[in-house]
């Protein structure tokens, strides 16, 4: 009965801290991408002040942010995979420290309540409640970070996957004669709908370039992003602005040496599967054979030692 009841308590409090969480990812830490897709910026601007303009949700959130607190030698890091992942809203360390905390402390006093009901009749199954809770408090607030870099590191592999085949569109836009801040909009625009990361990445090298000059928002998007194709990509448009010589042929080769490293990459991974092979045909394969080839061989010679007699001695 003490083991259904803890197990019953574990469950209940990993449900409602999976619960909370859902909720609270979708409402606070949403990507500004998604917003800027939809509308070019405007909702996610719409959207910010809004959620300035609550004083019960700005509580909240300050509050729950300053529970615990955090580590000035990881804040960098944070920051770095927060820009990977695509969280450009402002507050958004803020608000991703406030969930962290928030559901530690869903937790802890889900597991205190669960302890409460259960009563000092069961005290077996309130020890095993309340270190169950500690347990689920120390997994909410690490989970939240874990899965924020997993989608930093998801993210610019797909924009690093996509960025020779924008490349390729952004020099015949150049080619045509358009200018490199008018081909970056109008590739953002239509890579969207199949490369929705790198498209909005693009836009907002575009919005950037209005505001401030080229040659800083090339260096934004790679400061952002920073992965080696895309400084290399920010170096090669600095240095041309700079020296002012023709960008068309630089962009040509660069995209094509994109693609001969992805091909050379995809070639590497696929002779690494033949030594993957080697384990399952050494573990599964071999012992089968072995076992075919001798079994026979094995068991007769069994029987023949089973029906040996040995011979009488005369004397």
């Known amino acids: 009965m003490l083991d259904l009841l803890t197990?019953?308590?574990f469950l209940l409090v990993m449900s409602l801290v999976w619960l909370v969480a859902v909720l609270l990812r979708r409402w606070w830490v949403a990507p500004a991408g998604?917003?800027?897709a939809e509308a070019g910026g405007a909702h996610a601007?719409?959207?910010a002040r809004a959620e300035s303009d609550n004083p019960f949700a700005r509580a909240l959130v300050e509050g729950l942010a300053g529970q615990v607190p955090q580590a000035w030698s990881g804040s960098e890091e944070l920051d770095k995979d927060l820009r990977r992942a695509g969280y450009y809203r402002p507050g958004a360390r803020q608000r991703l420290t406030a969930l962290r905390n928030g559901l530690a402390i869903l937790a802890i006093v889900a597991a205190g309540a669960i302890a409460v009901g259960l009563g000092p009749a069961h005290q077996k199954a309130v020890y095993w409640t309340l270190g169950l809770g500690v347990l689920t408090a120390i997994v909410a607030w690490s989970v939240p970070r874990v899965v924020l870099a997993v989608n930093a590191r998801r993210r610019v592999s797909r924009i690093r996957a996509a960025l020779p085949d924008a490349l390729d569109t952004i020099n015949m836009c150049l080619e045509g004669g358009v200018s490199l801040r008018d081909c970056l909009t109008q590739v953002g625009q239509e890579t969207i709908a199949v490369h929705p990361d790198l498209?909005?990445?693009l836009l907002i090298v575009a919005q950037q370039a209005e505001i401030n000059s080229f040659e800083f928002a090339v260096q934004q998007f790679a400061g952002r992003?920073?992965?080696p194709e895309v400084v290399s990509f920010s170096a090669i448009v600095t240095q041309n602005q700079r020296l002012g010589t023709g960008?068309?042929?630089s962009v040509r080769e660069f995209a094509d040496n994109l693609r001969l490293k992805r091909r050379q990459m995809a070639e590497a991974k696929a002779s690494l599967a033949e030594l993957f092979l080697l384990f399952p045909v050494v573990f599964c394969l071999v012992p089968s054979v072995i076992l075919i080839l001798l079994g026979p061989f094995v068991l007769?010679?069994?029987d023949r030692f089973r029906s040996f007699v040995p011979p009488r001695i005369v004397q």
Request: aromatic residues 0%; negative net charge.
């Open 45 to 47: 601007a719409r959207g």
């Open 225 to 227: 992003i920073d992965a």
């Open 7 to 9: 197990v019953a308590s």
């Open 247 to 249: 960008i068309t042929e």
């Open 300 to 302: 007769t010679l069994v």
């Open 199 to 201: 498209g909005i990445e």
């Open 34 to 36: 998604t917003a800027l």
